[in-house]
């Protein structure tokens, strides 16, 4: 049940190399979200740029506050970034379907992958899963271009006593190389069975939805797309699904968060 | 937010009564049920319902929009679940809601029009038909029937012979004459015209030499379009007798009523509800507060009084 | 800044070598002199002058300019100072500084292009003409010879037997079909085209309940234009053989190269000068350093490169 | 000369209702400007509005220092307001002709006459006048909708001993009407050749030149259009000159300020 509000920013914090890390005053959408739902923010006056931009929530909080955490690439995440402690701004949310929690496989191991930006949802979703699924084991798989990137979440990851295996790009931290590459790394091994939750770039988690594939665990991505409307209005947000051919999902209605097996990865 | 009693607000539009002159653009309000948190259906003039077809449609490939400067361009491709889920699955909700419904249809022959016109004749619920003529003819060559004044006519003359519902034909503002599409349709049993739809289109990825859209071209709408919107209307509400609906990067109640300054009996508000989803109901609320303002007693003292 | 000089930004069009592709639009540059404290102008492709007439023409009453929403409209009513105050008042200071100069000329009777052109040929520092269709022809009530085919042609084919000089007919977009329009002025004889003219747009003051032109309609520039012009200028450039020249909201070098992939020859940067009057030479910097970090030599690779 | 600018905002003060004195740091503008010119300015990025907006020059300053006098009336001058110290934003100028102070005809009285926000420029004007002009006596009007939008200005012309006239629509303070009224009541009965540097609203600068042209006082008056440019490239700026028909004048290049006779006020 998507509420429409004007809402405050509580707070906007630099983190690192353009990350952004906006605090919003957001009662109902702190209360309702779920871990992998996003919002959409638009940021003032004026007409430039129109439409709002999409974002999962990184967390919600007690006493109704909600974060986003967003790298500035454009004019929308730009003006997001400008603005001030007390400023309003348009929100819509919480929107879509976010990670399905119910029933993992007995004994499985749940595995968390983000890439890039798409570590944004899952701390969210590492808390909820310690808290609603304390009786399975929790592993952390984190990528990014340089060791800035992660610095905050590592820290935030902290008490929850998790200590999550990173890539980078740049080899600042941990593997040198791609996330994807952590599965054969970290988790070869074991020979565990996993449930994998994933968030990032496209092809990284085209990457890891193949690798699920070939040990047959199962995979829920977190997919990104145009979006004009974020709760089904525009059509806007397709992505072709796997099996029949033009068959398409909404992205912001039937996802964000898909089983992998579900989506066309071509 | 209350509307305003005592002001008038409802607009006569071929033969039917609606509620005030704000109506949902087709495919930007869904079946309506999309806005359930956020509007009230049942306040608004009527909900304009995505276009439908005889049978489902899965659309285009993504990517289907991008943001343009004060704009959106969209290659949705007409998704939709075709009339018989529409008239299952979509229509008894808006019904019960008590919504004003009008169907907006499209096809690719004119006697697709003329087979959807005919299925929707008499359904209860259905207040009127938006025919969409910005589709493309396969019968000559996918050229967009809206932009040939004779295949207008042909679609025109063949919705009105399978129905006896109002009829609203829906201009492309693709052409060089929208004065000469407007009166081809209205000869042919149009009871009303709604314009503008989309204009055509297109943003390149410079950095993969791509087309943004997988469809290449798209439909420009937004605040970017109103200027054109706006002069297109006041054209046709000069070339033609039947009402004229204003459509066309329509945001806030002042623009609406700029429409209707320039001749338009009611408005249609498309781009906006993607923005702020409450957009149609504040548009109302807004109409209402300005003529109470300015002292008017209804609507209609308000249309077509642009001094020139 | 200095323009890269290890890549080559030279175009051929209609027998003429431009130094880059960066020209700016007639009507936004006045006859260049208006920027000397903002541009060096012989560092721009070329400089289109404002339109000139056979005789003075004191243009439309105010109000003549009214933004709106990421662009703006005008209505300036061709105001220039004649064909001979042009060549002895403007045009020397422009050779005198090295520009390459483009004249862009109209008239509301064939014979008026016809007239104009005669007069300009063969002129020490005219480099060619540019003609700017979009006008009324008085002799077909008031018609703009861009909106039919036939005038157009029929402007084109009098200006081409009036004067060797290269020929840019400069199209309007406020037609059904740019493709035929293009066609129709190549087979009339024109070495290039560019587009687009403004499209026709209109505004409204709600308080005054009057046009915020004093004209009524206007021409709408600016970046809200940007995706219709390309969409026209890519869709010409399949049309016809001859170079296209793309105009329409081009803000930045980005926006430049778009139209370049899209298949256009050069551009023309017109309501940007107003915005940033320093535009035109950015742009022709900004294209120089990304053909550089792309690894291309000349501008000529990029064109028409747009994978579809 | 004009030249192009990216400037700084040094100080942005709110005065009173919806009015801004923007402090820019532009040396060139300050070491060139004239009363009666103007500046365009443009603030930060985005395409909407797209257009530059014009201001009189409210004074210059040693350092380089120039400020603005504005009025939030739109989405332009909002985005103006909200600039804080330190950001950049776009400026040209200084544009136009300004105030003609060559040679006051002998024993006139200049007499500065401002309303709404034409009273922007008089300052810099009266503060010229008494630096080039000193030999010639100076009086000033002013009106203004409420006493709170005259204030500031009033304390700032105290330092040039100059106490102007006042009139208020609402009557808050000084005369209760409307400015050109107090040329009959405070300059009717000296009998006194007056010249007159006049700006602000159309009606009113109509009314004073009225009243100049009855009494055969010599007028200049400061005229405002839309603009789409400021350096006469767009002509759009087009003002019907008196006399012949269909002559037009450019604000932003014959103008903005104009012997009242040159006019055609109907
Ligand atoms: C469900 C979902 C959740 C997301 N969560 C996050 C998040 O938590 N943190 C984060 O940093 N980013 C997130 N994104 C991506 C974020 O929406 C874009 O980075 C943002 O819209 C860019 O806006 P911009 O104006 O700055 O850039 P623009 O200048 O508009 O575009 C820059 C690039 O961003 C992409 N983009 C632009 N608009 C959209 C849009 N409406 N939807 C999707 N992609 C777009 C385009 O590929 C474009 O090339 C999410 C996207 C989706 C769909
Ligand atoms: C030479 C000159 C000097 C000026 N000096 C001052 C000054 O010192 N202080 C001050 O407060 N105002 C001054 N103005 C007026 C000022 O330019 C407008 O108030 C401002 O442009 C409004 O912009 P906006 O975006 O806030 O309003 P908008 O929403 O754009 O429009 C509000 C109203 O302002 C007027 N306006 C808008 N744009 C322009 C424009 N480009 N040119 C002229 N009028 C416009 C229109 O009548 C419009 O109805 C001056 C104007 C000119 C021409
Ligand atoms: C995403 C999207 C989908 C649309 N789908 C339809 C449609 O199915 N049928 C139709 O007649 N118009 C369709 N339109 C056009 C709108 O109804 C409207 O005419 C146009 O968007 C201009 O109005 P606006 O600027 O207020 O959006 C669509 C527009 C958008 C943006
Ligand atoms: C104020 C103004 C005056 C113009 N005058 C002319 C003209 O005299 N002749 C002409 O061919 N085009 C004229 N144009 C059209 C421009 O050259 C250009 O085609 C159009 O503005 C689109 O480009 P833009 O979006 O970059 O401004 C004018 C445009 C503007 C904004
Ligand atoms: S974003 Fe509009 S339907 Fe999904
Ligand atoms: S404002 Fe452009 S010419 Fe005067």
Same mark, same amino acid.
């Given at each position: 049940?998507?509420?429409?509000?004007?809402?405050?920013?509580?707070?906007?914090?630099?983190?690192?190399?353009?990350?952004?890390?906006?605090?919003?005053?957001?009662?109902?959408? %702190?209360?309702?979200?779920?871990?992998?739902?996003?919002?959409?923010?638009? +940021?003032?006056?004026?007409?430039?740029?129109?439409?709002?931009?999409?974002?999962?929530?990184?967390?919600?909080?007690?006493?109704?506050?909600?974060?986003?955490?967003?790298?500035?690439?454009?004019?929308?995440?730009?003006?997001?970034?400008?603005?001030?402690?007390?400023?309003?701004?348009?929100?819509?949310?919480?929107?879509?379907?976010?990670?399905?929690?119910?029933?993992?496989?007995?004994?499985?191991?749940?595995?968390?992958?983000?890439?890039?930006?798409?570590?944004?949802?899952?701390?969210?979703?590492?808390?909820?899963?310690?808290?609603?699924?304390?009786?399975?084991?929790?592993?952390?798989?984190?990528?990014?271009?340089?060791?800035?990137?992660?610095? $905050?979440?590592?820290?935030?990851?902290?008490?929850?006593?998790?200590?999550?295996?990173?890539?980078?790009?740049?080899?600042?931290?941990?593997?040198?190389?791609?996330?994807?590459?952590?599965?054969?790394?970290?988790?070869?091994?074991?020979?565990?069975?996993?449930?994998?939750?994933?968030?990032?770039?496209?092809?990284?988690?085209?990457?890891?939805?193949?690798?699920?594939?070939?040990?047959?665990?199962?995979?829920?991505?977190?997919?990104?797309?145009?979006?004009?409307?974020?709760?089904?209005?525009?059509?806007?947000?397709?992505?072709?699904?796997?099996?029949?051919?033009?068959? &398409?999902?909404?992205?912001?209605?039937?996802?964000?968060?898909?089983?992998?097996?579900?989506? +066309?990865?071509? | 937010?209350?509307?305003?009693?005592?002001?008038?607000?409802?607009? !006569?539009?071929?033969?039917?009564?609606?509620?005030?002159?704000?109506?949902?653009?087709?495919?930007?309000?869904?079946?309506?049920?999309?806005? !359930?948190?956020?509007?009230?259906?049942?306040?608004?003039?009527?909900?304009?319902?995505?276009?439908?077809?005889?049978?489902?449609?899965?659309?285009?490939?993504?990517?289907?929009?991008?943001?343009?400067?004060?704009?959106?361009?969209?290659?949705?491709?007409?998704?939709?679940?075709?009339?018989?889920?529409?008239?299952?699955?979509?229509?008894?909700?808006?019904?019960?809601?008590?919504?004003?419904?009008?169907?907006?249809?499209?096809?690719?022959?004119?006697?697709? &029009?003329? $087979?959807?016109?005919?299925?929707?004749?008499?359904?209860?619920?259905?207040?009127?038909?938006?025919?969409?003529?910005?589709?493309?003819?396969?019968?000559?060559?996918?050229?967009?029937?809206?932009?040939?004044?004779?295949?207008? +006519?042909?679609?025109?003359?063949?919705?009105?012979? %399978?129905?006896?519902?109002?009829?609203?034909?829906?201009?492309?503002?693709?052409?060089?004459?929208?004065?000469?599409?407007?009166? +081809?349709?209205?000869?042919?049993?149009?009871?009303?015209?709604?314009?503008?739809?989309?204009?055509?289109?297109?943003?390149?990825?410079?950095?993969?030499?791509?087309?943004?859209?997988?469809?290449?071209?798209?439909?420009?709408?937004?605040?970017?379009?109103?200027?054109?919107?706006?002069?297109?209307?006041?054209?046709?509400?000069?070339?033609?007798?039947?009402?004229?609906?204003?459509?066309?990067?329509?945001?806030?109640? !002042?623009?609406?009523?700029?429409?209707?300054?320039?001749?338009?009996?009611?408005?249609?508000?498309?781009?906006?509800?993607?923005?702020?989803?409450?957009?149609?109901?504040?548009?109302?609320?807004?109409?209402?507060? &300005?003529? %109470?303002?300015?002292?008017?007693?209804?609507?209609? $003292?308000?249309?077509?009084?642009?001094?020139?």
């Amino acid at each position: 049940m998507p509420g429409q509000f004007l809402a405050t920013v509580e707070k906007n914090e630099s983190l690192g190399p353009a990350i952004c890390r906006l605090t919003i005053l957001a009662p109902e959408i %702190a209360a309702a979200g779920q871990p992998g739902q996003f919002v959409m923010l638009r +940021s003032g006056r004026g007409l430039d740029p129109l439409l709002s931009r999409p974002f999962s929530l990184h967390q919600t909080f007690p006493h109704g506050r909600i974060q986003v955490l967003f790298k500035v690439l454009g004019e929308g995440t730009r003006k997001l970034a400008a603005l001030g402690a007390g400023e309003p701004l348009g929100i819509v949310g919480p929107l879509g379907r976010g990670f399905d929690l119910a029933a993992p496989r007995a004994g499985a191991r749940l595995g968390l992958i983000g890439g890039g930006m798409g570590v944004a949802p899952l701390f969210f979703l590492a808390r909820e899963i310690q808290r609603r699924l304390p009786e399975f084991g929790l592993d952390v798989l984190l990528g990014a271009r340089a060791k800035q990137e992660l610095e $905050q979440l590592l820290i935030d990851f902290g008490p929850l006593k998790i200590e999550p295996r990173v890539a980078t790009d740049d080899g600042s931290l941990g593997h040198h190389g791609l996330v994807p590459e952590l599965i054969e790394k970290e988790w070869g091994k074991d020979g565990k069975l996993r449930q994998v939750f994933c968030c990032g770039p496209w092809p990284m988690m085209a990457a890891v939805a193949q690798r699920c594939r070939e040990r047959d665990w199962s995979c829920q991505v977190s997919l990104e797309t145009m979006m004009a409307c974020g709760f089904s209005a525009c059509l806007g947000c397709a992505v072709a699904g796997s099996g029949q051919r033009e068959r &398409y999902f909404h992205v912001c209605k039937d996802g964000p968060v898909f089983n992998a097996a579900d989506i +066309s990865w071509e | 937010m209350t509307v305003e009693t005592d002001v008038d607000l409802q607009v !006569e539009i071929a033969g039917c009564t609606f509620r005030n002159p704000v109506m949902t653009a087709s495919g930007t309000f869904g079946y309506g049920r999309e806005f !359930e948190d956020f509007v009230n259906v049942s306040r608004l003039g009527a909900v304009v319902v995505k276009g439908v077809s005889l049978l489902p449609r899965a659309g285009n490939p993504p990517p289907r929009v991008v943001e343009t400067p004060c704009g959106m361009l969209n290659a949705i491709g007409l998704e939709n679940v075709g009339v018989e889920a529409f008239l299952h699955e979509k229509l008894p909700w808006l019904v019960e809601l008590g919504a004003t419904v009008v169907v907006n249809i499209l096809g690719n022959t004119v006697d697709e &029009y003329a $087979q959807l016109a005919r299925r929707l004749d008499g359904i209860e619920g259905v207040t009127a038909l938006e025919v969409n003529i910005s589709c493309p003819n396969v019968k000559e060559g996918g050229v967009a029937f809206g932009t040939d004044p004779l295949m207008a +006519s042909a679609v025109t003359a063949a919705v009105r012979r %399978a129905s006896k519902l109002p009829l609203i034909i829906k201009l492309s503002p693709n052409v060089t004459d929208i004065q000469l599409m407007a009166r +081809s349709v209205a000869e042919s049993g149009a009871d009303a015209v709604s314009l503008i739809n989309t204009l055509l289109g297109m943003a390149i990825d410079l950095a993969g030499r791509r087309p943004r859209l997988a469809n290449v071209v798209g439909g420009l709408s937004g605040p970017a379009i109103k200027p054109v919107a706006l002069r297109m209307v006041w054209q046709a509400a000069q070339a033609v007798k039947i009402p004229v609906i204003g459509i066309g990067g329509i945001m806030t109640a !002042e623009d609406a009523l700029e429409f209707i300054v320039a001749g338009a009996h009611a408005v249609q508000v498309g781009t906006a509800n993607f923005v702020n989803p409450g957009a149609t109901e504040e548009i109302v609320e807004g109409i209402a507060a &300005y003529l %109470a303002k300015q002292g008017l007693k209804s609507i209609n $003292q308000l249309r077509n009084t642009l001094i020139t």
